[in-house]
């Protein structure tokens, strides 16, 4: 059965911190990896990761994908306070109907 | 740009009930997805629309059931509502179709459904 699994399942830092979240899958016919940040209620989209692109960055977060380990990180640098959130990660698989499959998630909470 | 928008925000339901939510894509969005969140998981997908046509399913019984209609909106309907039904019901939509192209799903702010 196809599966995301997330880790660790939740972290506390503080202000300034940098952070690594974990995710690793095992979903047959891999199309991508996506990973969301969702505050109160609609995950926000961070970056989508595909064959053709293992790397991205945008500000202080960045995040690759490591094909032949079946993985992904998730990086923040300095953090702040309205990093605060549960952090999604999920996988398309090829021909299922545009199925994201999601891990647990990562509650991250930074303290002032 | 309009996001993606779901109504109603909460529901209050009693067992064996009926609930209907509803779903408006993003503009230009011609496919909705749907997901269930429980309490401390991750969203589990439940079905996807494309062009009024369910194009793919997860593993939830046939009391989920769902429409798309001609402007991209979605219902989502479940009958015979269950205790274990209560969750954050999420809605997201994208610009899909096109074959090898990737298109990132869009997440409403989701109906928090409880079932007493």
């Known amino acids: 059965e196809d599966k995301v699994v997330q880790s660790p399942l939740s972290l506390v830092v503080h202000e300034g911190d940098t952070v690594t979240l974990n995710c690793s899958y095992e979903?047959?016919?891999?199309?991508?990896l996506l990973w969301y940040k969702q505050e109160k209620k609609a995950p926000t989209f961070l970056f989508m990761l595909?064959?053709?692109?293992i790397e991205k960055k945008s500000g202080r977060l960045s995040s690759i994908l490591d094909k032949k380990e079946l993985s992904s990180i998730l990086n923040i640098t300095a953090t702040q306070t309205g990093d605060s959130a549960i952090y999604l990660c999920a996988v398309e698989p090829y021909n299922q109907g545009g199925k994201l499959i999601f891990g647990q998630g990562t509650e991250l909470s930074v303290k002032p | 740009e309009t996001g993606v928008t779901q109504s109603p925000t909460h529901l209050i339901k009693t067992r064996g009930q009926q609930v209907t939510l509803r779903c408006s894509s993003q503009s230009g969005h011609n496919t909705v997805s749907w997901y269930q969140q429980a309490l401390g998981q991750g969203p589990q997908f439940i079905f996807q629309?494309?062009?009024?046509?369910?194009?793919g399913r997860g593993n939830f019984p046939p009391r989920f059931s769902g429409l798309q209609f001609p402007n991209y909106s979605s219902e989502l309907n479940v009958n015979a509502l269950e205790l274990d039904d209560s969750a954050l019901y999420l809605c997201?939509?994208?610009?899909?179709?096109?074959?090898?192209?990737?298109?990132?799903?869009?997440f409403g702010p989701g109906t928090r459904l409880t079932v007493l």
């Open positions: 979903v047959t016919n891999f199309r991508s």
């Open positions: 629309y494309y062009r009024e046509e369910e194009n």
């Open positions: 595909t064959s053709s692109g």
């Open positions: 997201a939509s994208t610009s899909g179709g096109l074959a090898g192209q990737y298109n990132e799903q869009f």
